[in-house]
């Protein structure tokens, strides 16, 4: 990703001028993450914010039974870290593929912060649709069957289009949704035989909206 598409993207992220995107962009450091590697572990003491620009970042806890769960996910325009001061990270923090992002400390964020109206404003409306993300995700564990998070989670992976390129791993898919692969792999096998959704080797298609929509329950 080269500067101009980071200023794009920081711009409609933030909802800032080029020039506050500029600073932004300055402040921070470029790093790309491999499959599987970790930003930070379970128990470190942190001091960094990263804004993900594409990929996904998969926050793990391991549980009182040794079971790796799914905290949270953050996907592009979404930030996380310390904030607003250092602290001890309560999960792994995993890259699911490669993912790009910008990284800056808390300290540097708070003072930008600061000095830059619109950035903080900006920072506010991310937080707010993490927060509204997070919530309605702790309903549909609360009130969904395991089945209908996973059709929950492919709506939501498809966003407003119908498409999920690359398809999604069933693995992932299962941890999203709170459940075991097998649960995830058996909802999608049976989507496909249904003709709600169609796998190819680059992509997964969403043929009927509708029908997937009323199978979250």
């Not at 549980?63 to 001061?85: I, K, R, T, Y």
């Amino acid at each position: 990703m080269d500067e101009a598409e980071r200023l794009s993207a920081l711009s409609s992220f933030f909802a800032c001028s080029a020039a506050e995107a500029k600073r932004l962009d300055d402040a921070m450091r470029f790093v790309v993450y491999r499959h599987n590697q970790a930003l930070i572990h379970q128990g470190d003491l942190g001091a960094k914010v990263w804004i993900v620009l594409e990929g996904q970042a998969q926050l793990k806890v391991i549980g009182s039974d040794g079971q790796v769960q799914l905290l949270m996910a953050h996907g592009p325009g979404e930030l996380f870290g310390a904030l607003p001061n250092e602290r001890v990270f309560v999960s792994d923090v995993i890259a699911r593929d490669d993912i790009a992002v910008l990284e800056i400390s808390s300290k540097d964020l708070g003072a930008l912060v600061q000095e830059e109206t619109r950035i903080g404003s900006g920072l506010a409306m991310i937080l707010a649709r993490q927060y509204h993300a997070a919530l309605d995700r702790m309903a549909a564990r609360i009130t969904l069957s395991a089945t209908g998070r996973v059709c929950a989670e492919l709506l939501n992976a498809a966003g407003s289009g119908d498409c999920i390129s690359p398809p999604p791993v069933v693995a992932a898919l299962g941890l999203m949704a709170q459940t075991t692969r097998e649960t995830a792999s058996r909802t999608v096998n049976g989507l496909e035989r249904r003709g709600i959704v169609q796998r190819e080797a680059d992509k997964l298609t969403i043929v009927s909206r509708r029908m997937l929509e009323e199978l979250i329950v």
